[in-house]
């Protein structure tokens, strides 16, 4: 009898546990559709609002990138010295570049660019604004406007600023790594990169940094107007940018 | 919401900042777009190759092309011909064109380790160049290939090398005759006893060796005396030799007398010499005489000429005509 009892309890509590997680879901897509449609706002970038916007990207951007670039260079110099002399010890040397490329390049620094800007500003901003926001209901237009957008903005462009600039700084310090200060191995690299970087591998290298902007920007603040504790937000986040890295290491090697 | 705004960190020259981050971000994105088009050859003249092959396996759209170790060409599509062979369709830059000749050879090579590699020889550098869109068949060198082959061969010779040295192989038995001939050898008949097969053929060779040996002795001892008996028939006082010697200094006396005469003849022929060298002058004199009576007779001509010119009763030769 007991069980009998408990089986629609379950179903019962499964069923409320799918509703809210499409739920989340559903008030996640609505808050993309929202950005999205003000993103493509002239207003958003209007007088009114361009000192707010301005403030929150160089806030969120500048102190990230400076951090980001220096432990990023070091890891990845640490990297490709690993990768080197491994290929050296065992004879194969001109792979030594492509490599570096594919497992730096495409792969860890946008990760890493994502989670870093993640971590250190969107999850905290995301958190920050829903405990100020603690007895406010839905948020209005004024306050998407004016509250929202901005910081969604700023997430974005941070995780495309991060990753292209570390991507380069990579590139670089990959061909001085291998090279050293001269100039002439810069045709070979350049072929090299060439052969790496193809339409479908670039293809999926800016969706894969999109979409981790997205991922980044949009999740802490989609949940941030409703009682948040963050870690259901940083682990949506993680989730999320798992999926968009399984699809493109798919896309890259299948 | 002014009081929220207010609580965000401050930040001076936000809007100027802002700018300037949007711009490097701009320009990254820019040079690194640019950038790549460049390393993928978006900005070169080419010209195009078609090679040919019958198998394109391990060649891949975007791999060089290397001469001399030096990338010259990109592999741009690969299809396959309505004959069933692989195209491969390579870009080259027209820069780097001129290095392909029209006796250029191009070869498809997989390494063990690693991809494919296309490369291109040109023996003949004075050659015309390669013409745009030529096709040219490519030789594909495969390593992996070989190795079934190898193993084959590898298997093949294990298998005679096991014929060979297996229990009842030719080999085998060749050893265990030669173990058996040692054997013999080291017996107590040694070599004698190989031969003659069994100890009684051994015994009986030995009896008739020793008898040889006996009849050869004698043999010796008598060839030896008839040699001491020629030695006193050719060298002894009155041998062959002495006469021989005898003969030898008549031979010699012969031979004085016959230069004596020689030295006779040679005094005949100086003296006969003297006598031509007289005769010689004797002619040198006649010719001189020769030329004197010429020249008398010629001064008698001329003198006859003059008293038949000066001659008062000269004979009219000419007839005068009425």
Redesign the interface.
Known sequence: MNTQASIPGVLERLQQGVAAWLNSWWRLLHFAVLMFSLALTPSSYGREN??????????D??PNLAWYGVLSALVSLVLIRIVVVTSQSYG?S??ALEMVVRVLVLELIPLTAAAFVALRTTLPAGLELAQ?RHAAGTASG??LH??FFPRVAAGI?AV??LA??S??LTLILAYLSLYGFTPWALT?Y??V???V??PAV?LILVLKIVFFSFAVGLIPMATSNRISHGLADMVRVFGVMLLIEIASLMGNYY | ?TE??NE????RN??F???L??V??VA??L??AV??L????AFESTQTLILQADDSEGVV????VTFAGF?IGRVRRIELSTEGKAHVVVDVPRKDAHWLRSSSIFTLERGL??GAKLRAFSGIPTDPPLEDGATRALLVGDPGAEIPRLLAAARDLLQNLNDLTAENSALAASLANVAGVTGKLNGPHGAMGLIAGDEKGAQQLAERANKLLITVNTLATKADKLIGHADESVFGPSGVAADAQATIQQLNALLADARNSLKKMDAVLVEAQAVASNTKEATADLGALRGEVESSLRRVEQLVNEINRKWPFKRDTEIKLP
Not at chain 1, 50 to 59: K, N
Not at chain 2, 38 to 41: I, L, N, P
């Open positions: 361009r000192p707010v916007l301005a403030r929150h990207l160089v806030a951007t500048a194969l001109r792979f100020r004024d306050e004016r509250e462009f495309w600023m292209a600039v991507c380069v070979g350049t072929r990169v060439g052969q970087f193809n670039t | 919401m929220q705004n965000a960190a401050p930040v936000a809007e900042k802002a700018a981050l949007l490097l971000m990254l994105v040079g690194s950038y790549l460049y390393a993928r050859g759209v975007g791999m060089d990338p380790v690693g």
